[in-house]
């Protein structure tokens, strides 16, 4: 039996324009509804406290913004967060995984259920941001993906099931300054907890 190999997502007009506005950086794609239960809040948090994680990452929230988002949406884009406020087709969402690096799965505890946006990464090989604790990071963890668990309030903790071929120690210095871990060192183990 051969490795198995991801599918490669689809591309697009509108992947290919995230992908330029990145302009080298890594993205950080947020993707459906932006509502408080899939954790916008801590998204936006996350990107308009973290000045220096802007050299490095692009944030990008692509979905229709919620009547209970839209203070965070205004704050996210006076950032220099992208947003992309509408529904999106079912080919467009999907080619925004081949822009992504990172694809925000850190929902709310509200929020503790299946994600198909988890599902979608998962198949293209992408590497999610889980929340500590949620069904999701039990789930990655049993399933081989290749995830970074998040504490609640925003901070790294460690990351889990990175495939044994991951080689990208670049990008995971970079990911290091996503989130405050001054005291944590990131080891990479394949579906095994260290720290």
């Given at each position: 039996?051969?490795?198995?190999?991801?599918?490669?997502?689809?591309?697009?007009?509108?992947?290919?324009?995230?992908?330029?506005?990145?302009?080298?950086?890594?993205?950080?794609?947020?993707?459906?509804?932006?509502?408080?239960?899939?954790?916008?809040?801590?998204?936006?948090?996350?990107?308009?406290?973290?000045?220096?994680?802007?050299?490095?990452?692009?944030?990008?929230?692509?979905?229709?913004?919620?009547?209970?988002?839209?203070?965070?949406?205004?704050?996210?884009?006076?950032?220099?967060?992208?947003?992309?406020?509408?529904?999106?087709?079912?080919?467009?969402?999907?080619?925004?995984?081949?822009?992504?690096?990172?694809?925000?799965?850190?929902?709310?505890?509200?929020?503790?259920?299946?994600?198909?946006?988890?599902?979608?990464?998962?198949?293209?090989?992408?590497?999610?941001?889980?929340?500590?604790?949620?069904?999701?990071?039990?789930?990655?963890?049993?399933?081989?993906?290749?995830?970074?668990?998040?504490?609640?309030?925003?901070?790294?903790?460690?990351?889990?099931?990175v495939p044994p071929n991951f080689q990208e120690q670049e990008r995971l210095n970079s990911i290091k300054h996503l989130y405050d871990v001054s005291a944590r060192?990131?080891?990479?183990?394949?579906?095994?907890?260290?720290?």
């Amino acid at each position: 039996m051969g490795n198995i190999v991801a599918p490669t997502a689809p591309t697009s007009d509108l992947s290919e324009a995230v992908t330029r506005a990145g302009n080298g950086r890594q993205i950080v794609l947020f993707l459906g509804h932006l509502t408080p239960r899939k954790g916008f809040h801590s998204f936006v948090n996350t990107w308009v406290n973290n000045h220096k994680l802007r050299d490095s990452f692009l944030f990008v929230a692509a979905g229709g913004v919620s009547s209970a988002c839209k203070q965070d949406a205004a704050r996210f884009e006076s950032a220099s967060g992208y947003l992309l406020n509408e529904n999106l087709s079912d080919s467009e969402m999907l080619s925004l995984y081949s822009a992504a690096d990172l694809v925000w799965c850190n929902y709310s505890p509200s929020y503790d259920q299946a994600s198909g946006i988890f599902g979608r990464a998962f198949q293209y090989g992408k590497t999610c941001l889980i929340r500590d604790g949620s069904r999701l990071s039990k789930l990655a963890l049993h399933i081989g993906a290749s995830f970074f668990e998040v504490e609640e309030h925003g901070r790294l903790m460690v990351d889990y099931a990175v495939p044994p071929n991951f080689q990208e120690q670049e990008r995971l210095n970079s990911i290091k300054h996503l989130y405050d871990v001054s005291a944590r060192k990131l080891r990479i183990m394949n579906g095994v907890m260290f720290g």
